[in-house]
């Protein structure tokens, strides 16, 4: 579909239009008048008329009473099929449906759809008549080929958000509302910086602020897909795909938390994980030999820094084959994983979709004779180099799981045998763009084979798809191999829905300021878009960062689910006492915190799990009515009680900060802070600058090692009391490993401040739950940490 200037354009306009998107060169065509209807269900279907010589169809079907699906297809609908999708029936799909010559109107109990029937447009508003989503008047939905698009109006005030994990200012309407435009399309991108676009994962999700009211929009296609939000002309929003169907879910709201709940329902909603994922981690490419990974963890304990994790990285394989163990580094890795768990550690290993093409080797004999590797058109197996071809005794080309084949996942899932058998904690999913080194798509061609679950299709249509149903299998294996534990994967590579599955990291960021500066933005959109457990390698992967920069980034991502140092080969050292003073004794405080709050974390981690709203908020998403937190990407809410400001800046010792109204206090220093107001505040290198709403109660424990040791210590709820005097905080609890909690076995209470004769004390009442299931102590403090008692 690329349009190449034609030799007679002068050389100035050729370059302009080289430099277009492809869509917007192309010759589109434009959808006219359907005037053929029909009401089946949910859905109503309208088709180009029969002497007319075309077959666009566009079915409209409500999903519940806020949420609307547009289906789009210039030829008629193919096979109704979702690989993101989990639940359609959201709600009541009743409504009122009228149809003229002039148009139609599907009208439920929250939204009303107006279709104007030539040319024929879309438009949705609200009960109350506000325009909700509506199609550009000039253009509305087109096709040319296979591609095809939409165009939306869009206005000056309208602030979006979203796309999951995109580079650019939070707010992506774009400084002076000229917008970005975005790609996706999963790419290794090694030291990507701050306007390389796209990158690993694709969320083909948005969220639009509309004068405080909030809507979504999904397109479910996985080609290749654009968005331009206000680029090509400021007051229009387009998107679309390079191919299948215009398939795309409009989500009303009105507050944007709504928004995300309901984004979270269609698309499913991530898994409680395991307590300890949410310990420190340490990893590095890579730490071998064994005795290597040994010191590593007699440091941390020596040092007393806390860690639950210690990561290995491609150097543990043998020859870089997936499923194996380098015998010479890693000799006995059943009694390794065993010493480290003995110590508080966990062990995850990163595993790669790339078998090495070799006979003789157990993975590629099988996959060959299951027929579980992607083909060529002509049936022979795709080849292509990735890491194994730098094998040092047997480099060769590898061959790729087709993971879009339920007997290929599932055979792929029972290999992880291999590292559970050995107590392996978890499964770090990289390279699944997938990556091929073959410049320059530097993945497979787009005619590659694909089962896709029974519907077979080519790389160009489920490329997106490739990492997420990577993690399914390794999920899915993991969940049949350890059916009584929580799985853990990372991956690199995701797709929406992929939140399902595993955990999601911003993939091999730089060692520069610029990198810290565009995680905070990239965190909170990943997690407006579906992906509540998320994080940033700290310190930077590619490169080397200052004891100051790894420090300031230590701080950054403290309230970040996925907390893990992470960096390249042949660098420095790059652990908390790597840098030397002050920053060893800075960095083991920072980490001590996090330590401390894993109650609140945990809490607001489970939330997630539960309701899709993320533990990393946006202050717009509770704050949709304040216009100064439209465009706040550099400070962010854990929950609705934690004010976070990280300091984001070389050499800076304050910062400016905004407060939501109502009233706040420093966390530290028990300062009040009033709200609607921006205040600098003083950050010196030691302290993350973090602040408490009042009224609330934070659950806090003493300092450990590890989480392991968490069941020994109490929890201690400290109260930051409004000016009346009130506070109160929810805490949940349970074993943080098993699968126990889906059963009952957890507690969720509710702790209050309260005066009773004149004296402050604390109730504490279960709001659901078994009170065995958290049978740890639980006491009471004042800010300043002085005892309270209970009523």
């Not at 190449?4 to 869509?23: C, M, Y």
């Not at 998403?621 to 216009?627: A, F, S």
């Amino acid at each position: 579909m690329t349009s190449k200037p034609s030799r007679l354009l002068p050389a100035a306009l050729a370059g302009v239009i080289a430099l277009l998107p492809a869509w917007a060169a192309a010759q589109w065509r434009h959808l006219e008048s359907l005037p053929q209807v029909q009401r089946d269900g949910n859905t109503v279907t309208f088709t180009a008329a029969a002497d007319s010589g075309r077959t666009e169809h566009v079915a409209i079907s409500v999903l519940s009473p806020d949420v609307v699906r547009v289906r789009f297809s210039p030829t008629p609908f193919g096979r109704d099929h979702s690989d993101t999708v989990v639940d359609r029936n959201l709600g009541a799909q009743d409504f009122r449906f009228e149809s003229t010559a002039s148009g139609s109107v599907i009208a439920t109990a929250s939204l009303r759809v107006e279709v104007q029937a030539a040319p024929f447009r879309l438009a949705i508003k609200d009960a109350d008549g506000h325009v909700i989503d509506a199609d550009d008047a000039g253009r509305g939905m087109a096709h040319d080929g296979s591609a095809v698009r939409v165009w939306k109006q869009l206005r000056d005030t309208d602030n979006v958000y979203g796309f999951g994990e995109k580079n650019g200012a939070f707010n992506k309407r774009g400084w002076a509302l000229g917008g970005y435009h975005y790609v996706m399309w999963n790419s290794d991108t090694y030291g990507y910086d701050n306007s390389t676009d796209p990158i690993y994962a694709s969320v083909p999700f948005f969220l639009v602020l509309r004068e405080g009211r909030a809507h979504g929009v999904f397109l479910d296609n996985t080609h290749r897909s654009s968005f331009d939000i206000g680029r090509e002309r400021r007051n229009t929003l387009s998107f679309g795909a390079d191919g299948g169907e215009l398939d795309y879910t409009v989500i009303a709201g009105p507050h944007p938390r709504d928004v995300v709940r309901r984004y979270a329902q269609l698309t499913g909603r991530a898994p409680l994980p395991p307590r300890w994922a949410l310990g420190y981690h340490q990893s590095r490419w890579s730490y071998y030999p064994e005795a290597r990974v040994r010191r590593l963890a007699d440091t941390f304990r020596q040092e007393r820094v806390p860690a639950d994790t210690l990561w290995l990285d491609i150097d543990y394989q043998d020859e870089f084959k997936p499923f194996t163990w380098s015998a010479e580094r890693f000799p006995d890795p059943a009694k390794l994983v065993s010493d480290l768990r003995a110590q508080g550690f966990r062990t995850v290993v990163i595993l790669d979709p790339h078998p090495t093409k070799e006979p003789g080797y157990r993975i590629f004999d099988e996959g060959v004779a299951g027929d579980h590797f992607v083909k060529n058109p002509d049936g022979t197996l795709f080849e292509g180099p990735v890491w194994p071809i730098n094998a040092p005794n047997k480099p060769g080309n590898s061959v790729f799981p087709d993971f879009t084949r339920p007997a290929t996942r599932d055979w792929w899932g029972r290999q992880h045998s291999v590292f559970t058998d050995v107590g392996i904690a978890g499964i770090w999913n990289d390279m699944n763009e997938p990556a091929v080194w073959v410049p320059p798509a530097n993945t497979m061609p787009d005619d590659v084979r694909f089962d896709h679950e029974g519907q077979p299709t080519n790389h160009a249509e489920v490329h997106n798809l490739y990492g997420m149903q990577m993690t399914r299998s390794t999920f899915e294996g993991l969940t049949a191999l350890k059916p009584d534990e929580r799985p853990f994967v990372l991956t690199r590579a995701t797709f929406a829905g992929g939140q399902r599955y595993a955990w999601v990291w911003t993939g091999d960021n730089r060692a520069e300021w610029a990198s810290l500066q565009q995680s905070i933005p990239m965190l909170l959109n990943f997690g407006l878009s579906g992906f509540p457990f998320s994080g940033a390698d700290v310190g930077g992967f590619s490169g080397y960062p200052s004891g100051e920069l790894f420090t300031r980034w230590l701080q950054a991502a403290l309230f970040s689910p996925f907390y893990r140092g992470h960096t390249e080969q042949a660098t420095p050292d790059q652990e908390p006492w790597s840098f030397g003073q002050p920053w060893t004794r800075i960095n083991k405080g920072t980490i001590e915190l996090r330590y401390r709050l894993l109650p609140t974390l945990y809490t607001a981690v489970e939330e997630a799990s539960r309701t899709g709203l993320p533990v990393m908020r946006p202050l717009v998403l509770e704050y949709p009515d304040d216009p100064q937190t439209h465009g706040r990407g550099d400070q962010f809410l854990v929950g609705t009680d934690l004010l976070v400001a990280p300091v984001l800046v070389e050499a800076a010792t304050s910062r400016d900060v905004y407060f939501p109204k109502g009233e706040w206090i420093d966390f530290h220093t028990g300062a009040r802070v009033e709200g609607g107001k921006t205040h600098k505040v003083e950050a010196p290198v030691e302290r993350l600058p973090v602040f408490v709403r009042a009224g609330s109660m934070v659950a806090m424990q003493p300092v450990v090692q590890h989480t392991g040791e968490m069941a020994a210590q109490p929890i201690v709820f400290r109260a930051f009391p409004d000016s009346q005097g009130r506070a109160t905080g929810v805490l949940y609890d349970d074993d943080g490993e098993s699968m126990a909690y889906r059963d009952g076995a957890f507690l969720r209470q509710r702790a209050t401040l309260r005066t009773v004769r004149g004296k402050a004390c604390v109730a504490l009442e279960t709001v659901e739950g078994r009170a065995e299931a958290s049978p740890r102590e639980r006491r009471f403090e004042g800010p300043e940490g002085a005892p309270l008692p209970a009523c």
